[in-house]
């Protein structure tokens, strides 16, 4: 018995042990990303350069963006449209899991295409996504500031080869289509994504709400299983 007993201890020792040495299960890309649901939608950009009074007026500018979520498979992403940028056409946000980590893809007006990389962060309330890239001569970083779920800034600062800090070269600020600063939505939960919706749609007679296009489309391929996930969201928040 007490033999029985110290192999079936030196087992489970064994079981911890390795349990102890696996890495986490990652997150998938659509959960990872629903952490800038709020982005989701049209919005309105001021931007301005680094410089003088008088070079911020010269430089002066407005652009639009259109956030929206991508599916393909089990993969998901977020993909942005710009209009009258001075930078940029379009991108792609992607959530890799193998790094636990987030890449922004960016077309520029020249048509490169020029990938950033890097994570997540909370201070207080405010998320703020940072991203950086090696370039021929410098580096470069990208970095996302969350204010509300209708204001965003995102600036582009660049660090040259033995310099120790990043200088600003160039920022905007982000304002949602329709909506003022800082205004809460009081919208419906997009049934796929997770984020603020506005778009109905429906199942089995039950009208749910969608964010974009692309998650409409989604839900209209798979509406039982994003339901039933939605249903199961829900029943959660009620046990906290």
Not at 48 to 65: D, I, L, S
Request: charged content about 25%; glycine content about 10%; some cysteine.
């Amino acid at each position: 018995m007490l033999a029985r007993t110290l192999a079936s201890l030196t087992l489970l020792g064994v079981a911890v042990a390795l349990s102890v040495g696996q890495p986490a299960p990652s997150k998938t890309p659509r959960v990872a990303l629903q952490v800038f649901g709020d982005v989701i939608g049209k919005w309105n950009g001021t931007g301005e350069p680094k410089g003088t009074r008088a070079e911020v007026q010269a430089g002066f500018w407005t652009e639009k963006m259109d956030w929206a979520w991508a599916f393909k498979g089990q993969d998901a992403w977020i993909k942005v449209d710009f209009q009258k940028s001075k930078n940029f056409t379009a991108g792609e946000l992607r959530y890799v899991p193998s790094k636990d980590h987030f890449a922004m893809t960016l077309t520029t007006l020249k048509k490169e295409k020029l990938t950033y990389v890097g994570t997540m962060q909370t201070r207080d309330t405010t998320k703020i996504l940072t991203l950086e890239r090696d370039g021929d001569k410098e580096s470069q970083r990208l970095v996302f500031t969350f204010l509300h779920a209708n204001r965003f800034l995102y600036k582009y600062e660049i660090r040259g080869d033995g310099r120790p800090l990043y200088a600003l070269k160039w920022k905007v600020g982000a304002t949602k289509d329709g909506e003022s600063f800082a205004v809460g939505t009081g919208k419906p939960e997009c049934v796929v994504s997770g984020g603020t919706a506005t778009t109905p749609v429906s199942f089995m007679g039950k009208t749910y709400y969608v964010c974009c296009s692309g998650c409409r489309d989604e839900f209209n391929a798979s509406p039982a299983k994003y339901v039933a996930e939605f249903e199961a969201r829900l029943a959660k928040k009620k046990k906290k």
